[in-house]
Nanobody
Framework: QVQVVESGGGLVLAGGSLRLSCVAS????????MGWYRQAPGKQRELVAT???????TYADSVKGRFTINRNNAENTVSLQMDMVKPEDTAVYLC????????????????WGKGALVTVSS
């Protein structure tokens, strides 16, 4: 079993900063890609940022220059530093991790956290 848990959501004023963290734990041999997605009320889930095990990152155009994704391979964690936030950044932010299990199969599966609510007030 693998668990993915986010933390750090909350209420922030427009123009402010917030940091989200996520940890993957359980039957892990290796964590490959990790990422952050978000889902606003009434909207589809959208990609925010991803980062490979080697540290290559990608960002949605809407957050480039404002959000930064980082990871710690030794601790199986990923973070999202959110700066200059806008009201339109309000959403539930979900972390995912592509995990190779330590059950010997070397099969990679994607696991999702339950999400962290970020509310940006104007």
């Amino acid at each position: 079993q693998v668990q993915v848990v986010e933390s750090g959501g909350g209420l922030v004023l427009a123009g402010g900063s917030l940091r989200l963290s996520c940890v993957a734990s359980g039957s892990i041999f290796r964590v490959n890609d990790m990422g952050w997605y978000r889902q606003a009320p009434g909207k589809q889930r959208e990609l925010v940022a991803t980062i490979s095990r080697g540290g290559t990152s990608t960002y949605a155009d809407s957050v480039k220059g404002r959000f930064t994704i980082n990871r710690n391979n030794a601790e199986n964690t990923v973070s999202l530093q959110m700066d200059m936030v806008k009201p339109e950044d309000t959403a539930v932010y979900l972390c995912n991790a592509v995990v190779v299990s330590n059950d010997g199969s070397l099969r990679a599966m994607t696991y999702w956290g339950k999400g962290a609510l970020v509310t940006v007030s104007s």
